[in-house]
């Protein structure tokens, strides 16, 4: 596997020689080692925890204390033509957990979760506010969204297999970085054990990847994903085009997964959010209305909004 | 409303295709397809057209040369045209350069005829072709003497070939990269590729029939050119010219400009008569396969949204 480098600014980069910086003492962060700290080394503050000064509206965290933040989303409207997708967001994403974005058709959570590794970006909408990667900016001037992507990856509604082989699918990433043949295949391997997939396809690595069945396919690109070790997977509806038993295969995963990863995914299906999640958020209209723990959501929502959606009077 | 346009209407293509082939056999008379035809022998008469002979194969020759030269030009130029307008360049320049390039497609064969013979001869008979011979000499094919007859040739051809088919390669190209799936090119992205890596690994592989499609259909238009290259290639019959400054002929520039001959002389009309059977089979058979790759782009397409 390559070594996690939580550095987004390019090596080499004159702002770049230590953008880590602890928001309280100010202290850098230093990124030797092959991951880097979560906490300030000095004082402890959680990297990610946001600047003093930054405005946040109330509903940035969820109730409990839910530990380190890995993305803090604030004050986020993105726009398409000064027309607005999503409005003043404020969502603050703890680490090693599954949050959940749900709401009806429209309402802002695929470009939510889009602005999160900048892919708003390539439909030329307009962003306004911050999201910060354990502290830095993802949009900052310096930042080269190349490496956001490469630390918080992705996954579509629907398969995005490439057609060439199985093996070629998942060491796509590896590949960009011109990893040793030898780090390929072990990263290679280790990704497809991670998804569960090794067994069904250790025979067909060579295999076309489009011969495999949806399912497999999904897991496939979760895989591939994996492949280039991220911290965080965003995850577009991702069962949507799936079979009822592909899905439980790929929410057993997505389970599976929080150990190592923090997931972020969008569902339009809410008993797939309260399955998998352990936090949720409910947009609508653009707007996040509530954050909270799932449980809290769907058992005692506290905004009649979410009440209304949560027991089907609309969505 | 119109479902009688079905079938009637689908057969007149057929018809149309039926009919050439038939009124060319009809006047061909089949009379010359021996093995002198196919060779490459090359007997002029000056003055008596009748009593000279041509084997098609010196025609053939010029023909697939320039063609083939014309080709590897316009595909690099057409890939990277295709290339910026649909990746790189915001909508609005995109559009305008597709614009433009599309509006080459326009402009009568004759015009490049006349602007290659008028503007691009001299230059290349006083500045491309000395400089071209004192850098690339030692390759094959770019040393040697200038042409006699000046600065018309197969260099020049090439040329106005290479310019007159840019802007259907491009516009064939263009369409097989933007019909990549949007998915598959976020997919490369949210990998951490640039734009470039996606471009390489994801957009060029997944095109690939469209794009070979594209350069065939080229290829097809670049062989059947008559008018605009027999107005810069010269016209002599050498059966292998010596370098790139030599003249040439194609079979299409053959048959164009003997036809005021071929009148008078009924040996030269029945001749370019099976040339031009030549030229049509050769067409065909580039455009058939040139489909075939279309095919399997569309089984590709339609296989790439995956499923149970």
Redesign the interface.
Same mark, same amino acid.
């Given at each position: 596997m390559n070594e996690r480098n939580d550095n987004l600014v390019p090596r080499g980069s004159s702002a770049g020689s230590s953008p880590l910086v602890c928001p309280k003492c100010g202290a850098p962060v230093a990124a030797a080692g092959t991951e880097a700290p979560l906490k300030c080394g000095r004082c402890g503050t959680p990297l990610s925890a946001g600047s003093p000064r930054a405005a946040t509206s109330p509903i940035a965290a969820a109730s409990e204390d839910r530990g380190e933040i890995i993305l803090a989303i604030d004050r986020l409207s993105v726009l398409a033509r000064n027309k607005p997708l999503i409005s003043d967001v404020s969502l603050h994403i703890p680490v090693g957990k599954v949050t959940a974005i749900i709401g009806p058709s429209g309402c802002g959570k695929t470009t939510l979760l889009r602005s999160m590794?900048r892919?708003v970006e390539?439909h030329?909408l307009q962003v306004k506010g911050t999201v910060r990667y354990l502290g830095q900016d993802i949009y900052g001037a310096q930042v080269n969204p $190349?490496?956001v +992507? +490469?630390r918080i #990856?992705?996954v579509?509604? +629907?398969? %995005? $297999?490439? /057609?060439?082989s199985v093996f070629e699918n998942v060491a796509?990433?590896l590949?960009?970085d011109g990893e040793s043949e030898d780090t390929v295949e072990k990263a290679v391997v280790s990704s497809l054990r991670r998804t569960g997939l090794w067994d069904e396809v250790k025979e067909a690595l060579d295999r076309p990847a489009?011969t495999l069945? =949806? #399912?497999q396919?999904?897991r496939l690109?979760i895989a +591939?994903?994996l492949?280039?070790s991220p911290r965080v997977l965003l995850m577009d509806e991702p069962t949507s085009?799936?079979?009822p038993v592909?899905t439980q295969r790929v929410e057993d995963l997505i389970f599976e997964l929080k150990s190592d990863y923090t997931v972020v995914i969008v569902t339009h299906n809410m008993q797939q959010a309260a399955r998998v999640a352990d936090l949720t958020a409910f947009m609508y209209q653009g707007r996040l209305v509530e954050f909270d723990t799932t449980k809290r959501v769907f058992e005692q929502p506290k905004e009649k909004l979410t009440e209304n959606y949560i027991t089907g009077r609309f969505g | 409303m119109g479902a009688w346009l079905g079938s009637p209407v689908a057969l007149i293509p057929l018809l149309i295709l039926g009919a050439v082939v038939a009124v060319l056999l009809i006047a061909s008379g089949l009379k010359d397809f021996g093995l002198t035809f196919w060779g490459f022998q090359y007997r002029f008469v000056p003055g008596e057209p009748d009593a000279s002979s041509w084997g098609i194969g010196v025609f053939l020759v010029g023909t697939f040369l320039t063609a083939s030269l014309s080709l590897v030009l316009a595909t690099a130029l057409s890939l990277a045209l295709a290339i910026s307008s649909v990746v790189y360049l915001?909508?609005l320049p995109g559009r305008l350069l597709s614009m433009v390039t599309n509006l080459l497609a326009g402009i009568p064969s004759v015009v490049y005829g006349i602007w290659g013979f008028v503007v691009l001869a001299p230059y290349f008979g006083l500045t491309l072709e000395p400089s071209l011979r004192d850098v690339l000499g030692w390759l094959p094919g770019f040393g040697g003497p200038a042409s006699d007859i000046g600065p018309w040739g197969t260099l020049l051809a090439v040329f106005v070939l290479t310019i007159m088919i840019i802007p259907l390669t491009t516009a064939l190209m263009r369409e097989a990269l933007r019909s990549v /799936?949007r998915?598959?090119v976020?997919? =490369?992205?949210?990998?951490?590729? %640039?734009r470039w890596?996606v471009v390489r690994? $994801?957009r060029l /592989? $997944?095109a690939r029939n469209g794009l070979w499609s594209a350069v065939l259909l080229g290829f097809g238009r670049a062989l059947g050119e008559s008018v605009a290259v027999a107005m810069v290639i010269g016209g002599t019959s050498i059966a292998l010219p010596p370098n790139l400054y030599a003249s040439t002929t194609t079979v299409a520039s053959f048959i164009f400009s003997q036809l005021d001959s071929a009148l008078i002389y009924p040996n030269l009309f029945v001749l370019l008569v099976e040339f031009s059977l030549v030229l049509l089979v050769v067409a065909v058979v580039v455009n058939l396969v040139a489909q075939r790759f279309t095919r399997v782009e569309l089984a %590709?397409a339609t %296989?790439?949204? #995956? =499923?149970?």
């Open positions: 590794n892919m390539l030329h $190349v490496l +992507r +490469r #990856g992705m579509f509604q +629907r398969p %995005t $297999v490439f /057609p060439t796509f990433g590949r960009l489009l069945s =949806g #399912g396919q999904q690109c +591939r994903a492949a280039v085009s799936l079979d592909a | 915001p909508p /799936p998915d598959l976020e997919a =490369g992205l949210a990998v951490g590729a %640039t890596e690994r $994801v /592989p $997944v %590709t %296989t790439l949204g #995956g =499923g149970e």
